[in-house]
């Protein structure tokens, strides 16, 4: 099986971005927007549901937000002042198929509701038998469809109550937006692993993953909602609720390193600038005597200007960056495939020849593409070439959202650090340390008896209970397994 990208197959992936705003007349067009600044997390496919009034309206899309939601008879099918948003991130070895793409929408007994979620339910396995021995029928392979059964099958009067009720019978991260006849509910799980923001735009409420999608259409940043609260937003306004017991916080910190875009503010810290303090602090841990900082683009290079910053090495742009490498080298024929990482990525040879130089990247998974990125620069000419990771070995997979490959696929957890660096051919190789990564988001030091992020993929403590993976289900993102299967 290949990766959904070949080219980004060193890369973990989000598997998806949620939007949604309530009041506005321009609701549709604005979570198109919204949904294009957060392309990023998500690109096999979008969603859009809408709701007039009296109808509601659907549309999925295979496919880029730009390429397949500007055309304007497309925008105007979706009426309404109220919408919601979804975008999907294709994983490996499972099929692009409209019918897993969000919101899911279905019609209960006092309302329609559409449903987007961002992260993974840890029971899904679990859910889903249970709900499909009392009578459920499934329509698609993912997780979020077991929220909408359980939400159907609440005994609660309100809506909102339904949906809470639903959430207390799942286990994993979530941040969810609900659309109803009456209501546009956001909700975050109870330790608050993934993101989720509100904005207002004229007096429009707006839900989004971070705050590039505020800023894209010009609303105004309000608050993070937090762990465990769920908003419920009606012509009436806004109330806020915790309807779940209260958690300790573990909000992901691979956001920060390579998740959310640079332009977002997530938990009151600039992404942008995060990233440089973690080079920075990878500088002091790890220094390099070469002649140039280089980052890997384009994720690397906020953290090889931090790196560059405190070692007082000159930063360049040694290696330059193809941006139209896209959906057309999904399944590149075989002559194609062996041009291998020169389709994304070129040496510039004239900055490069006889020169040591220390290239600084987000992270290493597979550690395939790192050893491409390290052959070309030696090839370009370089006398050394040294790595340095701007976050701990990645030894552990992720069951929250993210799309990993199984344990032993990872290159740090069957290597040494030494052992990464000859597999990739690299002079030396260090990553930031898991106290220099807490440092650079303003800790002091990681607690070790009570983390205060998820780092799960460094360390294997995860913050939530996975039912699936100690029911005999191992290695990838829990709910993905079903998706191999049933392809």
């Known amino acids: 099986m290949i990766p959904a990208h070949p080219f980004d197959d060193d890369k973990l992936h989000e598997e998806c971005g949620v939007f949604g705003v309530f009041g506005h007349p321009d609701a549709a067009k604005l979570t198109v927007l919204g949904l294009h600044a957060l392309q990023h997390r998500g690109q096999e496919g979008a969603g859009i549901v809408s709701f007039d009034g009296e109808n509601f309206h659907l549309r999925k899309e295979l496919g880029q937000v730009g390429d397949r939601f500007t055309k304007a008879s497309v925008i105007e099918r979706l009426k309404g002042a109220r919408a919601i948003g979804h975008t999907r991130y294709s994983t490996a070895g499972h099929a692009a198929n409209e019918r897993n793409i969000q919101p899911f929408y279905a019609e209960l007994s006092a309302s329609g509701l559409a449903v987007a979620h961002n992260g993974n339910l840890t029971n899904n396995k679990t859910l889903r038998q249970d709900l499909i021995e009392h009578g459920s029928i499934f329509h698609s392979t993912s997780d979020t469809e077991n929220i909408v059964h359980l939400i159907a099958r609440s005994r609660a009067k309100s809506t909102a109550d339904k949906v809470a009720d639903a959430l207390r019978e799942v286990e994993g991260a979530y941040s969810l ?285 995860y913050p939530t209970k996975l039912t699936d993976k100690s029911g005999g289900l191992d290695g990838r993102q829990l709910s993905l397994l079903i998706d191999r299967a049933a392809e």
């Open 177 to 461: 937006i609900a659309l109803t006849n009456k209501k546009l509910i956001g909700v975050r799980d109870p330790v608050g692993v993934r993101p989720l923001v509100l904005g207002n735009l004229d007096g429009a409420y707006v839900l989004a993953s971070e705050t590039c999608a505020l800023d894209i259409i010009g609303a105004d940043f309000v608050r993070d909602i937090e762990p465990g609260e769920m908003v419920v937003i009606t012509e009436q306004g806004l109330e806020s609720r915790f309807p779940f017991t209260p958690s300790r916080k573990r909000f992901c910190i691979f956001e920060y390193v390579y998740f959310a875009r640079p332009d977002s503010i997530v938990e009151g810290a600039s992404v942008y600038e995060a990233r440089k303090q973690i080079g920075r602090e990878l500088a002091r841990e790890a220094p390099a005597d070469v002649d140039m900082v280089i980052p890997v683009p384009d994720s690397g290079v906020p953290a090889a200007l931090g790196f560059a910053d405190a070692s007082q090495i000159p930063f360049e742009l040694g290696i330059i960056r193809n941006h139209y490498v896209g959906r057309t080298f999904i399944e590149p024929a075989d002559q194609i495939r062996h041009l291998g990482v020169k389709l994304k990525h070129n040496a510039n040879k004239a900055m490069l020849e006889g020169r040591k130089v220390v290239l600084v990247d987000d992270s290493i998974v597979r550690g395939t593409t790192s050893t491409k990125i390290v052959q070309m620069v030696r090839e370009a000419g370089a006398s050394e070439v040294h790595m340095r990771i701007a976050s701990p070995p990645t030894t552990h997979p992720c069951f929250y959202g993210v799309d990993t490959p199984r344990k032993e696929k990872l290159l740090a957890s069957r290597l040494s650090v030494a052992g990464m660096a000859e597999h990739i051919g690299a002079d030396s190789l260090a990553f930031v340390t898991i106290d220099g990564l807490y440092r650079a988001m303003g800790v002091q030091q990681r607690d070790a008896e009570a983390p205060q992020y998820c780092d799960a993929c460094f360390t294997g403590e």
